[in-house]
């Protein structure tokens, strides 16, 4: 996979030379480029900021240098390599507080492409005009991180990249562990631990230690659900509850669900 960064803070985007990116990096899994904006500037004080029309407070990106540096990008798309999902042209995710959830599910779909641009917005964002013209060459996604503020879309870069980099194949060594991962499933990963099996008067859950696979594996699915009605109660709206088996079913009562037309619904009483 090839992928392009452009940024007015080009190292801020140091962390992915870094750990497993920078592994997958070095032995030429992801051709990961990081580009500074203001080479695409014309004028001596490269200025790649300017007023907003209609006032306001806050700067808005200049929508030249973008062009010059996403065109620039675009040229730079793997030769040959397979079309992916997005109509063949490379995918320009624009980090927004205003775009779409950055999600595990995105991530997959992500992972797919050959060809992924990241233009990090500073300020107060990047002139609209940009996105729309974008839109003849990329396949244009304004992405969230989630819902509050950053200063910059760096930082929800080096989450994304990591995010979506990890699941190339041969990035992560053993693949299993990217299978029972929180959010694999639609659900939070259980709890997890080491040796020692009694640590300051703590001890690991028994059945950890029982040899008993089957059982290990239905106590860490309870744990699943227990955690995720626990922390995120959302994600379960979304669960399919019609297969599962009557062990997990009493599960779900126990903490208050109750499975019906193959969806958990709360009991209001729980
Ligand atoms: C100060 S923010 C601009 C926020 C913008 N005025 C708004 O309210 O939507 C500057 C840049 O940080 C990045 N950013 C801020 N919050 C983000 C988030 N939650 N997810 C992704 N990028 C974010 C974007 O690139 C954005 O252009």
Not at 34 to 53: E, G, I, K
Request: hydrophobic share 40%; glycine share 8%.
């Amino acid at each position: 996979m090839r992928i392009d960064v452009v940024s007015i803070f080009p190292e801020y985007l140091a962390p992915l030379e870094l750990s497993l990116i920078g592994k997958a990096r070095q032995d030429g899994l992801l051709d990961l480029q990081v580009h500074d904006l203001r080479a695409f500037t014309t004028d001596r004080h490269r200025t790649v900021d300017d007023t907003p029309y209609g006032g306001g407070a806050g700067m808005v990106m200049k929508p030249e240098p973008w062009a010059q540096a996403l065109t620039a990008v675009a040229a730079a798309r793997p030769v040959g390599a397979a079309v992916p999902g997005s109509a063949g042209k490379p995918v320009l995710i624009v980090p927004s507080p205003a775009g779409e959830r950055f999600t595990q599910a995105i991530a997959h779909e992500l992972a797919e492409e050959d060809h992924l641009v990241f233009a990090c917005g500073r300020y107060e964002g990047i002139d609209e005009r940009v996105l729309e013209w974008a839109a003849d060459h990329f396949t244009v996604r304004p992405m969230s991180l989630g819902d509050y503020v950053l200063n910059g879309g760096e930082v929800a870069v080096l989450a994304m990249v990591e995010a979506v980099g990890r699941l190339l194949p041969g990035v992560v060594g053993n693949p299993e562990s990217l299978v029972e991962e929180s959010h694999s499933d639609g659900l939070l990963e259980y709890p997890v631990y080491t040796k020692p099996s009694s640590w300051r008067d703590r001890d690991v859950p028994a059945v950890l230690l029982s040899g008993n696979h089957g059982k290990i594996a239905q106590w860490r699915r309870h744990e699943q659900y227990r955690r995720t009605a626990e922390r995120r109660p959302d994600l379960l709206d979304e669960f399919d509850a019609g297969a599962l088996p009557r062990a997990d079913r009493t599960a779900f009562a126990d903490l208050g669900y109750d499975v019906v037309d193959g969806h958990l619904l709360r009991r209001p009483d729980a």
